[in-house]
């Protein structure tokens, strides 16, 4: 059983950053790739980035590519979202999710329970 804690959404400015971080619980935090994942009102939840066990392979969507970085801290089963530029199409509450392998278009296993971002014009 995995636990995931996301934290660091807000309410910002179009072309802000924020920052967002999962915290997850159970062993071999290193072993899973992590992703993120956002839903905008009205919308099914997308895919935004996902990163490798080890940190070394990304994959994005196009929309946040050069804007979104995702990283992972493995001493404090972490996993970031950078996001800078935002624009008002950002906003959506932002999952993180764990899944067993690296892929393109994750199958998460483990869902955290979100957090709001807000972008306003």
């Known amino acids: 059983q995995v636990q995931l804690v996301e934290s660091g959404g807000g309410l910002v400015q179009a072309g802000d950053s924020l920052r967002l971080s999962c915290a997850a619980s159970?062993?071999?935090?290193?072993?899973?790739?992590m992703a993120w994942f956002r839903q905008a009102p009205g919308k099914e939840r997308e895919f935004v980035a996902t990163?490798?066990?080890?940190?070394?392979?990304?994959y994005y969507t196009d929309s946040v590519k050069g804007r979104f970085t995702i990283s992972r801290d493995n001493a404090k089963n972490t996993v970031y979202l950078q996001m800078n530029s935002l624009k008002p199409e950002d906003t959506a509450v932002y999952y993180c999710?764990?899944?067993?392998?690296?892929?393109?278009?994750?199958?998460?296993?483990?869902w955290g329970q979100g957090t709001q971002v807000t972008v306003s014009s």
């Open positions: 159970g062993r071999s935090f290193s072993s899973y790739a």
């Open positions: 999710a764990s899944d067993p392998v690296l892929r393109r278009d994750p199958r998460p296993v483990y």
């Open positions: 990163i490798s066990g080890s940190g070394g392979r990304t």
